[in-house]
């Protein structure tokens, strides 16, 4: 069975979608669509702009979102028996299996997007990624924190986990985890503390947004962050959608269930290689490429 699996904000490089959008017409008329919709020029940014204007939330989420989207709407014979999506490409999963419609879907990520740089801005917080100690070991270490905000963000594969929290609860965390022998303890070059309790103004604001949009039945199951189990009930969707915000995504977990489902072949849509390469470290036997 075939898995498509879409990656999330970091995926981004500047001249993404550029080849593309001068060889396929259908994809100009959707990178088009996307300019009019957002009110701005976002191909300019995006076949044009430097790296640090790439980074900005409110440009990388719907650009990475239009790169994988449209990837997947220009495939020829485009059938997934799954789809999965890291963080932000949870939205682009759900337009690959017609959840949401392009339109829908791209107003959603650009309102996600907002309201975490809102999020940020209110709460000065970050993000590090550890290397090489155990889960178990990771979550004791955030639990023993109580004095700051400090907790598992993202279950990437077996031995790579990312936390979030405020600032100096991050320091604290990264002197513990080198303590109890982390490989590496390394802050990220984030706006924020995504998949944390301190994105809570930006749930709120997504929650009021994803329930004004219409939904369809699925295609084909989406493997959730926040389940990690199929899910094809419209209800519970939305519901995991908008707890992803403040959840953990759980990726390793997500994988592990769509493997045990029948997935044998997974298939990264979108800008880069990063989920190829996690796949590979969850379920070496998977067989991985990218559109």
């Known amino acids: 069975m075939k898995a498509f699996v879409f990656p999330g904000q970091g995926a981004q490089f500047p001249g993404m979608g550029k080849e593309f959008y001068?060889?396929?017409?259908?994809?100009?008329?959707l990178f088009e669509r996307a300019n009019e919709i957002l009110g701005f020029r976002i191909t300019d940014i995006m076949f044009e702009g430097t790296a640090e204007e790439l980074k900005q939330t409110n440009v990388t989420q719907p650009a990475v979102f239009l790169h994988s989207v449209i990837l997947a709407k220009t495939t020829p014979d485009f059938a997934p028996d799954m789809v999965a999506g890291h963080s932000l490409g949870e939205l682009s999963a759900l337009v690959a299996n017609g959840t949401l419609a392009f339109e829908d879907g791209l107003k959603l990520v650009y309102q996600r997007a907002?309201?975490?740089?809102?999020?940020?801005?209110?709460?000065?917080?970050?993000?590090?990624?550890?290397?090489?100690?155990?889960?178990?070991?990771?979550?004791?270490i955030c639990a023993s924190i109580t004095e700051e905000v400090v907790v598992p963000a993202n279950y990437n594969c077996p031995g790579q986990l990312v936390i979030s929290g405020s600032i100096k609860g991050i320091e604290i965390a990264c002197a513990?985890?080198?303590?109890?022998?982390?490989?590496?303890?390394?802050?990220?070059?984030?706006?924020?503390?995504?998949?944390s309790p301190l994105m809570e103004p930006a749930r709120e604001k997504l929650q009021t947004a994803i329930e004004a949009t219409t939904f369809h039945t699925p295609s084909c199951p989406v493997y959730q962050n926040v389940s990690t189990t199929a899910v094809t009930d419209i209800s519970e969707i939305k519901a995991n959608l908008i707890a992803q915000l403040t959840a953990p995504v759980k990726w390793t977990q997500s994988v592990q269930h769509m493997v045990a489902d029948g997935a044998t072949e997974f298939v990264e849509c979108g800008p880069g290689k990063v989920l190829q390469g996690l796949v590979k470290k969850i379920h070496p036997e998977a067989e991985v490429s990218g559109v």
Request: glycine fraction near 8%.
């Open 22 to 29: 001068e060889e396929n017409p259908k994809a100009k008329e």
């Open 114 to 140: 907002l309201a975490m740089q809102e999020a940020c801005e209110i709460n000065p917080s970050t993000m590090a990624a550890i290397l090489g100690l155990p889960d178990e070991k990771v979550e004791e």
């Open 176 to 195: 513990k985890m080198k303590e109890a022998g982390a490989k590496r303890a390394l802050p990220l070059p984030v706006g924020g503390a995504f998949h």
